[in-house]
């Protein structure tokens, strides 16, 4: 069976990077009726921020990505959460070292700078020095009592390391090149490496997918599963999303988190869709579907490794084009529920009137209220200076009040008649009356928002102007 996971450190909030590895994992073990797995891994105690673990879940079900096992549903193989496995990370640990493939290693945190330091100005590459790889057996088990220690990876000298990605040609590390990296800490928890080794094999991951950037630590993995005499999973390194300036996609700007997305108004099918192209292609050149279609059609071995381009305007393109596909009633609640979230309350039935004029116009939720307050309520400040024409706006005025049946056509019709008679040019008086009722230069169409909000309230606001 299709194991997938997944593994998602608590050291940050979302990112949608996050989701891009976890939509992939996702969508094949659905299309090959596998599992997805959640796992938690908090072993670095001194990043882990609070609620992290708590917004992933958040964020994962707005992406309705749901998963078959994880610290809050259980399953099989739990404990999901690293932090809950550390006697188990230390019997490998020790099994590693009764098979001489690990070591105990007694050095501290002065001399290992002060050795790094040396190798830094000498121009080397600042791998631990194998200071404690050969101490007698002995003296370990005499010192193992008294002192700190941690256990290393007992990296063999002068031999090749092969890494088969199934995205990619075989990639040979030198053994030599390969620090001795530290897979029990002194306090008892585990590195990435040895964590993630132990976890993927324990819970049955059969398909290994994670970020391009972890390639050249694949010789560590490799070696423990070889020591543990454990089948190796497949791997696929997904390429790394960047900037449209080819710069790398990362936490420090503010569009990468799940939490922008959804405070922008995006859709979050839109967003899977859109992800979806980052590294693969739809077989029929199409750019939008669903997330059905997508998950029928995927193949992880499909990825392209070239790095895709996350382009912000071509995300908002597409939700646009989301929005004006959707029925007016599905858009109307999705307006009124993001607003909600922000505890704006709106009158749903004027909101449905407003749908058929911003529909075409809108690219995410959130251009809703910019584009539409006027309906709400009278605007506050005007984009352009309306003083010095209170004789138009008197007229205006009384030509709205002759007005019996309040339609769009007689609205349109009695406009451009006081138009004619303001010996305006149509544009500049239509401009004036247009910013009068919405505050805008730019607005919904004006005769049909005249409609909606009402004779009442329409002469009201052109009076105002007349004082």
């Known amino acids: 069976m299709v194991r997938t996971r997944a593994a998602i450190s608590p050291t940050g909030y979302p990112h949608i990077g996050t989701i891009y590895q976890a939509w992939f994992d996702y969508a094949f073990a659905k299309k090959n009726k596998g599992q997805f797995i959640v796992r938690i891994e908090d072993t670095d105690k001194d990043r882990t921020v609070a609620d992290a673990e708590e917004k992933v879940f958040a964020a994962l079900d707005w992406f309705n990505l749901m998963e078959d096992e994880s610290p809050r549903k259980g399953g099989s193989y739990a404990p999901y959460r690293q932090s809950e496995r550390l006697e188990i990370y230390k019997k490998y640990a020790l099994e590693l070292v009764n098979k001489g493939k690990a070591y105990y290693c007694f050095c501290s945190k ?80 585990p590195t990435y490496f040895l964590a993630v080794v132990v976890d993927d094999h324990l819970m049955g991951v059969t398909h290994m997918v994670r970020g391009e950037e972890w390639l050249t630590s694949s010789a560590k993995i490799i070696l423990l599963y070889d020591f543990l005499d454990w089948k190796k999973p497949l791997f696929f390194h997904t390429p790394i999303i960047r900037n449209p300036d080819k710069s790398k996609f990362s936490k420090r ?174 544009s500049e008086f239509f401009m004036l009356l247009r910013v009068a009722i919405t505050g805008k230069k730019i607005s919904p169409p004006l005769n049909e928002s005249m409609e909606i909000l009402g004779k009442e309230e329409c002469v009201k606001r052109v009076k105002e102007l007349t004082g």
């Open 110 to 189: 002065e001399r290992l700078d002060e050795m790094r330091q040396k190798k830094q100005k000498e121009g080397k590459v600042p791998m631990y020095d194998k200071h404690c790889r050969n101490l007698a057996k002995e003296e370990v088990q005499e010192r193992i009592k008294k002192e700190s220690w941690v256990i290393r990876l007992r990296v063999p000298e002068n031999t090749q390391i092969i890494m088969k990605d199934e995205l990619r040609k075989e990639i040979v590390f030198q053994s030599n090149d390969v620090d001795e990296q530290v897979l029990l800490k002194s306090d008892g928890y």
């Open 253 to 426: 700007q503010g569009h990468t988190n799940v939490s922008w997305y959804q405070e922008q108004g995006f859709l979050p099918e839109v967003v899977l869709n859109y992800l979806s192209l980052m590294g693969w292609s739809h077989p029929k050149g199409k750019e939008i579907f669903s997330r059905e279609e997508f998950i029928q059609l995927f193949d992880l071995k499909d990825i392209n490794v070239a790095a895709p381009i996350f382009d912000l305007k071509k995300l908002e393109w597409m939700n646009g084009m989301y929005i004006r596909k959707s029925q007016k009633s599905k858009v109307k609640s999705q307006i009124v529920d993001f607003y909600k979230k922000q505890k704006v309350i709106f009158d749903e039935v004027l909101v449905e009137k407003t749908i058929p004029l911003i529909q075409e116009r809108i690219k995410k939720l959130s251009d809703y209220l910019p584009m539409c307050e006027f309906f709400f309520k009278p605007p506050e400040k005007y984009e352009i200076d309306l003083s010095g024409k209170k004789e138009l706006f008197k007229q205006i005025s009384k030509d709205l009040e002759k007005i019996k049946d309040w339609t769009v056509d007689n609205i349109g019709n009695q406009l451009v008649q006081t138009a004619k008679n303001s010996e305006l040019k149509n």
